[in-house]
């Protein structure tokens, strides 16, 4: 058994009082304006963000919200932002500098015991900086240094799959372009990035359903819809322009379920971000009309109840399912019906933890509805069955011909801002041959054909030594991927780590025996180069492809733009390169014209992105075209999951808290939740605390076994009551993937298990 605190210590803070209450104020509104303000003035931001703020989202040469992947309001509406996205605006825009001053001042292994939180307070990064094993300092170093360092390094390798090409899903679509060119020019597929632990599984269920791994749903369906189904998502937290959609649907009368063993702020009430007028008179929408604490994992079972229930009432009603769309659109219907009515009632209720009656309630507002859209997040994703449990989605959808029509339809949403576009423009460790011979014949090269290494894979091949190099193109690895301790062995292992980042963070201090970090400009910053001011692009959650031009003067002089720093490193690696690299960057139109013939569906790139808010990436499904291999939506008939846990265990789920951006934390509070200070934390069920002899705050153990039987502990967590299902419990990432094991992925998404760690908890 290992204690994981490793690595990072908790530094020497002393703990502040923490708290926890009822929340009972709707969600945005005055405690995110107040939230805001705190956040702007401890970045010394407050006149500068403002002004950006209002740059923000704006259809005409503004940035894009580098927050999360929601679309931008078809309105045209000026002010198009919410709390969060301020929130990450004005962190990226901080006047702190870490210069090289600061790292002079400090070894890395003293850095190391510092907290996440006080390594990125330190501020924007101003030079490139190499570890000096000497002094076990980081000392500047001229750009083409450290080029030359990363193209020796990757020369010397025995064959290019010992390097491993990270991305985080907000880079820009032109730099992923450039990126995996230069990856597959160098011969490799290994392209992990973070979707391996965030969508993947909802990419691979949409490829198999309906032959294209995305929704096919946009704003315009979200704004006309009936019923709206939210599933596994906090979205006052993680999509806060969901807000206004929701609160938008109810006005009109449209019926919104939500499906989370919690009740989050966003299944509650809410006042819209932008309606000033709301905020001054205190006056808050609905955006629910059911609520169901489904057990985590369980959704399968509920989707599953519905569309049974929907079948009954088809023996009937003729009208409960769209016949014609069934007949000449699907594949499959008959075998998935069978499945349906061989399901027992008592096993759907045990399995979803709900009641029959809760899923026909359900069941009867989607038979009610002639348009219905679903949607997902992480809740549905970080499990086993993951696909299985999107395919059911879109299977119940089906049903009542809910696909390629308006306000209905398939919507994951999305996380980073262009993680959607990394994807469409090349981040894919398994291409197509397809996607391949086209990017051939696009760029005369001959690209790395066999598939490369995901996530966690990557952490296997870092620790067993067959990969040797790791560059992460912005991200935060060595927090954000599972079984922390097992991701920090293999970073260590590595003969050199890079990392292209905006701030100081934890995968700079877990390094390799040579390291680099190389600062980038932000989005909100100017990119100058010799053509002039370059706008960058990004696709969203919704396939709309539009431009980001930043404007503010950049954090510092010496910052390269990410597409600069790809050109640098790819001229090194490959000399000889035929590519005109150095070309590319003078003038990012070029790169978009290379996109426009290498990419399906940018033809036409440079003119049609600079249309208003954008195009949106064709998306056949929406058109009723499938290529899958029987040329019709797929239905899919899997098994039920058995995702009841044993006796004393619990089913431990990790979240983000309202005041943190992935590995990014901005404060102890999670305030939709009540909490205060506290983030060593795990939310339990009142009943589970008392058979366990757990009060209220007490400290306690957390020990997760894997399903290799091996097992990893936290210590000194808290115990807090919470309204959550009876043998579930939640807690906060990034701390908590010290108890995801690197090896409990699912077998279906390769996605680590991040929302189904089974643990024992005891008093400590
Ligand atoms: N402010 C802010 N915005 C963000 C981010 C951020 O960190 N901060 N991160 C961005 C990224 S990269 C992503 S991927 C998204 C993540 O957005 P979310 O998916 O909202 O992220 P989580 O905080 O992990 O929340 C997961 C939700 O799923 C619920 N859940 C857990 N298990 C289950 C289950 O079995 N079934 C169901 N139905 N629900 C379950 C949890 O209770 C929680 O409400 O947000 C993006 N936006
Ligand atoms: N246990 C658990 N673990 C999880 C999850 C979970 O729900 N539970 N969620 C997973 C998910 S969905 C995701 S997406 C991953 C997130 O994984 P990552 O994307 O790897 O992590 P982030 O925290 O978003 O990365 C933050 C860092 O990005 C850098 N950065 C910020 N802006 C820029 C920029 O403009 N350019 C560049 N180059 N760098 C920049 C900064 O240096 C900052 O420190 O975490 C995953 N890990
Ligand atoms: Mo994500």
């Known amino acids: 058994m290992r204690d994981t605190v490793e690595p990072g210590g908790d530094g020497p803070e002393v703990e502040e009082a923490w708290s926890q209450e009822d929340y009972h104020h709707p969600a945005a509104g005055w405690g995110a304006a107040v939230s805001v303000a705190r956040v702007l003035t401890r970045e010394h931001a407050v006149v500068s963000g403002t002004r950006a703020m209002l740059k923000m989202n704006h259809e005409d040469g503004g940035f894009d919200c580098p927050g999360c992947a929601w679309p931008d309001a078809t309105d045209g509406l000026?002010?198009?932002?919410?709390?969060?996205?301020?929130k990450h605006v004005a962190w990226e825009m901080t006047s702190k500098r870490a210069g090289r001053e600061f790292f002079a001042q400090h070894t890395v292994s003293e850095l190391a015991t510092w907290t996440d939180f006080v390594l990125e307070d330190q501020g924007r990064l101003t030079e490139p900086m190499v570890y000096d094993a000497a002094t076990d300092r980081y000392r500047p170093i001229e750009w083409q240094a450290a080029f030359d360092l990363i193209g020796q390094v990757l020369r010397s390798l025995d064959t290019p799959g010992q390097a491993a090409f990270y991305t985080s899903g907000r880079l820009s679509t032109e730099a992923t372009f450039l990126y995996q060119?230069?990856?597959r020019e160098y011969g490799t597929n290994n392209l992990p990035d973070c979707s391996?632990?965030?969508?993947?599984?909802?990419?691979?269920?949409?490829?198999?359903?309906l032959g294209t791994g995305k929704g096919t749903a946009d704003l315009k369906d979200w704004e006309t819809a009936e019923a709206l189904f939210i599933l596994g998502v906090n979205a006052a937290s993680n999509a806060p322009r969901m807000l206004t959609a929701l609160s938008d649907a109810y006005r009109r009368g449209a019926q919104i379920v939500h499906i989370n063993p919690l009740v989050e702020a966003a299944a509650r009430r809410t006042i819209v971000p932008h309606e000033v007028v709301d905020m001054a008179l205190f006056k808050s929408t609905p955006t629910s009309t059911l609520n169901l604490q489904v057990r985590p994992g369980g959704d399968l079972a509920l989707l599953r109840g519905i569309a049974k229930a929907v079948l009954e009432e088809a023996r009937?009603?003729?009208?409960?399912?769209?016949?014609?769309?069934?007949?000449?659109?699907?594949?499959?219907?008959?075998?998935y019906q069978k499945l349906c009515e061989a399901t027992d009632w008592r096993e759907l209720e045990r399995q979803s933890g709900l009641s029959e009656a809760d899923i026909r309630r359900a069941a009867e507002i989607y038979s009610r509805s002639k348009r219905t859209l679903i949607s997902w997040c992480l809740g549905l994703t970080q499990h086993e069955h993951g696909v299985?449990?999107?395919?059911?989605?879109?299977?119940?959808?089906?049903?009542?011909?809910?696909?390629?029509?308006?306000g209905a339809g398939p919507s994951p949403v999305r996380g980073h801002s262009n993680v959607q576009g990394n994807r469409t423009c090349g981040i894919d460790h398994r291409p197509t041959t397809e996607f391949l011979d086209r990017l051939a014949a696009a760029c005369g090269i001959d690209p790395a054909r066999e598939h490369g290494l995901d996530t966690v894979r990557t952490i296997a091949a870092m620790i067993d030594g067959s990969v040797k190099v790791f560059v992460g193109m912005g991200g935060n690895f060595a927090l954000a991927a599972p079984d922390t301790a097992a991701t920090a062995d293999g970073l260590r292992h590595c003969e050199l780590t890079v990392h292209v980042s905006t701030k100081l963070n934890r995968s700079h201090l877990v390094r390799g025996r040579k390291a680099l970090i190389l600062p980038c400009l932000g989005r909100t910053e100017l990119d100058l180069q010799s053509a002039g001011p370059q706008s960058t692009s990004v696709e969203d959650s919704m396939s709309m492809v539009h431009l980001s031009r930043g404007r503010k003067r950049p954090a510092s002089p010496y910052l390269l733009s990410e597409p600069a720093i790809i050109a640098g490193m790819a001229r090194a690696t490959l000399p000889g390169s035929a590519t005109p690299w150095e070309w590319y960057v003078e003038d990012y139109d070029r790169v978009r014209d290379v996109m426009a013939k290498a990419l399906d569906g940018f033809e036409d790139f440079n003119r049609r992105v600079r249309g208003p808010l954008g195009f949106r990436l064709r998306q056949p499904a929406r058109e009723l075209v499938f290529r899958t291999p029987s040329g019709r939506a797929e239905f899919s008939t899997a098994d039920?999951?058995?995702?009841?846990?044993?006796?004393?265990?619990?089913?431990?789920?990790?979240?983000?808290?309202?005041?943190?951006?992935?590995?990014?934390?901005?404060?102890?509070?999670?305030?939709?939740?009540?909490?205060?200070?506290?983030?060593?934390?795990?939310?339990?069920?009142?009943?589970?605390?008392?058979?366990?002899?757990?009060?209220?705050?007490?400290?306690?153990?957390?020990?997760?076994t894997a399903r290799d039987g091996s097992t990893r502990v936290l210590r000194n967590y808290r115990a807090l009551r919470y309204d959550v299902p009876?043998?579930?419990?939640?807690?906060?990432?990034?701390?908590?993937?010290?108890?995801?094991?690197?090896?409990?992925?699912?077998?279906?998404?390769?996605?680590p298990l991040m929302k189904n760690i089974k643990v024992r908890v005891v008093p400590a």
């Open 726 to 751: 009876r043998g579930s419990a939640a807690g906060y990432m990034p701390e908590m993937n010290a108890l995801v094991a690197a090896s409990d992925y699912s077998t279906q998404s390769d996605q």
């Open 316 to 335: 009937t009603d003729p009208k409960a399912l769209d016949e014609v769309f069934l007949e000449r659109h699907t594949d499959g219907l008959a075998a």
């Open 388 to 406: 299985d449990t999107v395919r059911e989605i879109v299977n119940l959808l089906l049903l009542r011909g809910n696909l390629g029509r308006e």
């Open 640 to 704: 039920l999951p058995d995702v009841v846990p044993a006796d004393g265990v619990l089913v431990l789920q990790t979240m983000r808290s309202h005041d943190q951006w992935n590995t990014t934390i901005y404060s102890d509070d999670d305030r939709y939740r009540g909490v205060k200070n506290l983030r060593t934390l795990i939310l339990m069920n009142r009943d589970d605390m008392r058979s366990r002899g757990i009060g209220q705050g007490a400290l306690v153990d957390i020990t997760a």
């Open 181 to 183: 060119l230069m990856a």
């Open 78 to 86: 000026k002010l198009d932002l919410c709390e969060n996205g301020i």
């Open 196 to 209: 391996n632990m965030c969508h993947e599984a909802s990419g691979r269920a949409l490829q198999a359903a």
